[in-house]
Protein backbone atom coordinates (compact mmCIF):
# COMPACT_ATOMS: atom_id res chain seq x y z
CA UNK A 1 0.00 0.00 0.00
CA UNK A 2 0.97 3.40 -0.79
CA UNK A 3 0.77 4.83 2.81
CA UNK A 4 3.31 2.09 4.22
CA UNK A 5 5.98 3.09 1.23
CA UNK A 6 9.51 2.96 2.58
CA UNK A 7 11.41 6.08 2.26
CA UNK A 8 10.31 10.22 2.84
CA UNK A 9 6.55 10.51 3.59
CA UNK A 10 5.49 12.49 1.20
CA UNK A 11 2.01 14.67 2.46
CA UNK A 12 -0.91 13.79 -0.02
CA UNK A 13 1.64 12.32 -2.56
CA UNK A 14 1.03 10.72 -5.52
CA UNK A 15 2.27 7.32 -6.98
CA UNK A 16 4.26 9.27 -9.04
CA UNK A 17 5.61 11.10 -6.30
CA UNK A 18 6.68 8.10 -4.73
CA UNK A 19 8.02 6.54 -7.63
CA UNK A 20 10.40 9.79 -8.17
CA UNK A 21 11.30 9.63 -4.20
CA UNK A 22 12.39 6.29 -5.13
CA UNK A 23 14.46 6.77 -8.22
CA UNK A 24 16.06 9.77 -6.23
CA UNK A 25 17.09 7.09 -3.64
CA UNK A 26 18.28 4.55 -6.35
CA UNK A 27 20.60 7.59 -7.70
CA UNK A 28 22.05 7.98 -4.90
CA UNK A 29 22.69 4.25 -3.79
CA UNK A 30 24.25 4.14 -7.19
CA UNK A 31 26.63 6.91 -6.75
CA UNK A 32 27.62 6.48 -3.27
CA UNK A 33 28.98 3.29 -4.35
CA UNK A 34 30.55 4.94 -7.60
CA UNK A 35 32.54 7.13 -5.81
CA UNK A 36 34.06 4.66 -3.73
CA UNK A 37 34.48 3.01 -7.03
CA UNK A 38 36.16 5.48 -8.82
CA UNK A 39 38.82 6.40 -5.76
CA UNK A 40 39.72 3.00 -5.78
CA UNK A 41 39.94 3.00 -9.64
CA UNK A 42 42.31 6.31 -9.04
CA UNK A 43 44.88 4.95 -6.58
CA UNK A 44 45.52 1.85 -9.27
CA UNK A 45 48.75 2.01 -11.77
CA UNK A 46 48.10 1.86 -15.08
CA UNK A 47 44.30 2.15 -14.73
CA UNK A 48 43.08 4.32 -16.96
CA UNK A 49 39.29 5.96 -16.33
CA UNK A 50 37.07 7.32 -19.88
CA UNK A 51 34.93 9.55 -18.90
CA UNK A 52 33.52 12.50 -16.24
CA UNK A 53 35.30 11.28 -12.59
CA UNK A 54 34.91 14.96 -11.14
CA UNK A 55 32.03 14.61 -8.61
CA UNK A 56 30.62 18.00 -9.35
CA UNK A 57 29.70 16.31 -12.85
CA UNK A 58 28.26 13.53 -11.83
CA UNK A 59 25.09 14.83 -12.09
CA UNK A 60 26.09 14.55 -15.90
CA UNK A 61 26.41 10.70 -15.63
CA UNK A 62 25.20 7.24 -14.44
CA UNK A 63 26.84 4.61 -12.51
CA UNK A 64 29.06 3.14 -15.13
CA UNK A 65 32.31 3.73 -16.09
CA UNK A 66 34.51 2.80 -18.90
CA UNK A 67 38.30 1.41 -18.11
CA UNK A 68 41.64 0.45 -19.72
CA UNK A 69 44.55 -1.17 -18.16
CA UNK A 70 47.54 -0.08 -20.25
CA UNK A 71 48.88 -3.02 -21.83
CA UNK A 72 46.06 -5.50 -21.55
CA UNK A 73 43.83 -6.83 -23.68
CA UNK A 74 40.33 -5.67 -22.51
CA UNK A 75 38.85 -9.01 -23.80
CA UNK A 76 40.98 -10.81 -21.71
CA UNK A 77 40.73 -8.56 -18.83
CA UNK A 78 37.32 -9.87 -18.45
CA UNK A 79 37.93 -13.08 -18.81
CA UNK A 80 40.02 -13.33 -15.78
CA UNK A 81 37.77 -10.95 -13.93
CA UNK A 82 34.92 -13.70 -15.10
CA UNK A 83 37.13 -16.44 -12.81
CA UNK A 84 36.87 -13.90 -10.42
CA UNK A 85 33.04 -13.81 -10.75
CA UNK A 86 32.91 -10.60 -11.57
CA UNK A 87 30.91 -10.01 -14.95
CA UNK A 88 32.11 -7.08 -16.98
CA UNK A 89 32.11 -5.92 -20.65
CA UNK A 90 34.76 -5.21 -23.28
CA UNK A 91 34.10 -3.85 -26.37
CA UNK A 92 33.48 -0.77 -28.35
CA UNK A 93 29.65 0.15 -27.23
CA UNK A 94 28.86 1.21 -30.62
CA UNK A 95 31.12 3.91 -29.95
CA UNK A 96 33.64 2.78 -33.10
CA UNK A 97 34.64 6.30 -34.30
CA UNK A 98 35.45 7.97 -30.73
CA UNK A 99 37.38 4.58 -29.35
CA UNK A 100 38.82 4.73 -32.33
CA UNK A 101 40.02 8.42 -32.34
CA UNK A 102 41.58 7.94 -28.81
CA UNK A 103 43.76 4.51 -29.93
CA UNK A 104 41.72 2.50 -27.67
CA UNK A 105 39.91 -0.48 -30.25
CA UNK A 106 43.85 -1.90 -30.62
CA UNK A 107 43.45 -2.92 -27.13
CA UNK A 108 39.91 -4.88 -27.34
CA UNK A 109 38.42 -1.56 -26.71
CA UNK A 110 37.00 -0.71 -23.24
CA UNK A 111 35.77 -2.78 -19.91
CA UNK A 112 32.47 -1.17 -18.92
CA UNK A 113 31.53 -1.48 -15.27
CA UNK A 114 27.96 -0.42 -14.26
CA UNK A 115 26.63 -0.43 -10.75
CA UNK A 116 22.75 -0.93 -9.46
CA UNK A 117 20.36 -0.59 -6.90
CA UNK A 118 21.19 -4.20 -6.18
CA UNK A 119 25.03 -3.59 -5.46
CA UNK A 120 26.95 -3.47 -2.89
CA UNK A 121 30.15 -1.82 -1.16
CA UNK A 122 31.98 -5.71 -0.91
CA UNK A 123 30.96 -6.01 -4.26
CA UNK A 124 32.77 -2.64 -5.27
CA UNK A 125 35.50 -3.57 -3.25
CA UNK A 126 36.06 -6.82 -4.55
CA UNK A 127 36.42 -5.43 -8.13
CA UNK A 128 38.68 -2.79 -7.38
CA UNK A 129 40.75 -5.83 -5.76
CA UNK A 130 40.41 -7.67 -8.93
CA UNK A 131 41.84 -4.52 -11.17
CA UNK A 132 44.60 -3.77 -8.97
CA UNK A 133 45.56 -7.71 -8.69
CA UNK A 134 44.96 -7.30 -12.60
CA UNK A 135 47.47 -4.03 -12.97
CA UNK A 136 50.14 -5.82 -11.05
CA UNK A 137 50.74 -8.77 -13.21
Known amino acids: HMGEAEGPKLENATKR ?3 KSAMLMI ?12 EGMQQIKRLNIHGITDPA ?10 ITLDG ?25 EPLGKLGLLEDGGVIRAGLSLYNTQKEVDRLIN ?5 ASE
Do not use: N
Request: net charge neutral.
Open 130 to 134: ALDRL
Open 57 to 66: MWKWRTATVS
Open 72 to 96: KDSWQMCEKLGVDGLALSPGHFYAI
Open 27 to 38: KEHEMLLFGRLL
Open 17 to 19: DYL
